[in-house]
C-alpha cells in the first residue's frame, strides 16, 4: 500500500508549480497575478502626474494597471520580467524609455505618455518596426494650436524665428507649415545650447519680430531661457513659449498641456488595446493646449491690446 503524501509538501510542490509557471510566463498575466496593464515611468513630476491620472482613470472603468517608477539606466532584467508577464498593454512616459520598452518586448501594443519633440521621435517614422503597436499622446501641443495663438496674440509679428537642433527638426518644420497656414513666416535656425550667444545673433541680424520656443534640451538649458527671455524684453520683442513656467518666467505668451490631462487622454488608448489587442488609430493623439499670457510682459513690449484681445479661455498671468 502506499504511503500516504505528506499535505505540507503537497501543498509546498503546488506553490513551486504556479511559480514557476508564472516565471515562465505561461497563461493569463491576470491568473499570475499580474494586471493587464503595466505602466512604468521614470522619476518625473509631470510624468508621475500623468501616470497617476491615467492609472486613476482606467481603475475607473475597471481596468486594473499597475505603476512602477523606474530609473532611465535600470538594468535590462526588468524589462526581461516584464516581457515574460506578458501584459495585454505597457505604458511608458518619455520618448526614451518608449523606444527601449518597444525594442525589448516585442508585439505587446505600447501607448506613450509625455514625449515631447514627438514627430522626431525614431518609433513613429515610417520605417520604425514598432509603427503599428504604438500610440500615445505627447506632451506637444499640436502646432495648429501654437499657430492659432501666434496669429491671435500679436497682428504686428508676421516674421518669427524657431530655434531647433536635429532633434528636433521634424517637430519645428510641422510648426512652421501651421503657421504659414495662418499667415506666419517662421524662420527656423539651428542651435546648440553651448553655442546659445550664436543663436542670439542670428536673432538680432534677422530683424525678427519674435521668437517660437520648443521643449528640446539640446537647444535650451536653464541659462539660454534667461538669456532669450531677456532679449525679448530688451529688444521689446514677443517670445513665445511651451510651459506655463517660462511665461511666468517672462515670455509673452504660449501653449503648453497639463499633465492631468495627458494622462486621462491615454487611458482611452490603453483602454481599446485592452480590448482589441490592438489600435485602431495609431499615433500621436493630442490633448487641446491651454494658452496663456503674462499680462505684464506683453505691457513691457508693447502688446498690452493683443493680450487684452485674448479669448476668456487664455490665462493671464500677472506677476
Not at 524589462?79 to 518597444?102: F, H, N, S
Not at 522626431?120 to 499622446?137: I, K, M, N, T, Y
Not at 524662420?187 to 538680432?204: G, H, Q, T, Y
Request: contains cysteine; hydrophobic residues 45%.
Amino acid at each position: 500500500m502506499p504511503a500516504l503524501l505528506d499535505p505540507r509538501r503537497v501543498h509546498r510542490r503546488l506553490i513551486h508549480l504556479a511559480v514557476t509557471i508564472a516565471a515562465a510566463g505561461l497563461g493569463d498575466p491576470a491568473a499570475a497575478g499580474e494586471p493587464p496593464v503595466q505602466v512604468l515611468v521614470t522619476p518625473n513630476k509631470l510624468y508621475q502626474a500623468a501616470a497617476d491620472a491615467l492609472v486613476t482613470r482606467l481603475r475607473d472603468r475597471g481596468i486594473d494597471a499597475r505603476l512602477t517608477v523606474i530609473e532611465q539606466d535600470s538594468p535590462d532584467e526588468y524589462l526581461d520580467r516584464l516581457r515574460e508577464q506578458r501584459p495585454r498593454v505597457i505604458v511608458t512616459a518619455g520618448a526614451g524609455l518608449t523606444q527601449r520598452v518597444l525594442r525589448a518586448v516585442p508585439r505587446t501594443p505600447v501607448v506613450f505618455l509625455m514625449t515631447t519633440n514627438t514627430a522626431d521621435a525614431e518609433f513613429l517614422q515610417a520605417g520604425s518596426p514598432h509603427h503599428d503597436r504604438v500610440a500615445g499622446v505627447p506632451a506637444d501641443c499640436d502646432p495648429a494650436d501654437i499657430a492659432r495663438l501666434l496669429q491671435a496674440s500679436c497682428a504686428r509679428c508676421g516674421r518669427l524665428a524657431l530655434l531647433m537642433s536635429e532633434r528636433s527638426r521634424n517637430t519645428a518644420a510641422a510648426i512652421k507649415r501651421a503657421a504659414a497656414r495662418h499667415g506666419v513666416t517662421i524662420d527656423l535656425i539651428s542651435a546648440d545650447r553651448d553655442r546659445f550667444p550664436e543663436a542670439i545673433e542670428a536673432l538680432n541680424k534677422g530683424h525678427y519680430d519674435g521668437v517660437v520656443m520648443i521643449p528640446d534640451a539640446c537647444v535650451y538649458n536653464a541659462a539660454n531661457v534667461r538669456r532669450l527671455l531677456l532679449w525679448g524684453l530688451r529688444r521689446k520683442k514677443a517670445v513665445w513659449a511651451f510651459s506655463e513656467k517660462v511665461i511666468r518666467a517672462g515670455a509673452y505668451a504660449g501653449t503648453y498641456v497639463a499633465p492631468e490631462d495627458v494622462g486621462n487622454t491615454a487611458a482611452g488608448l490603453v483602454e481599446q488595446a485592452v480590448a482589441h489587442a490592438a489600435f485602431s488609430n495609431p499615433g500621436v493623439c493630442y490633448v487641446p493646449a491651454r494658452r496663456a499670457v503674462n499680462v505684464r510682459t506683453a505691457s513691457m513690449i508693447g502688446l498690452q491690446r493683443e493680450a487684452g484681445s485674448l479669448a476668456a479661455a487664455v490665462t493671464r498671468i500677472q506677476p
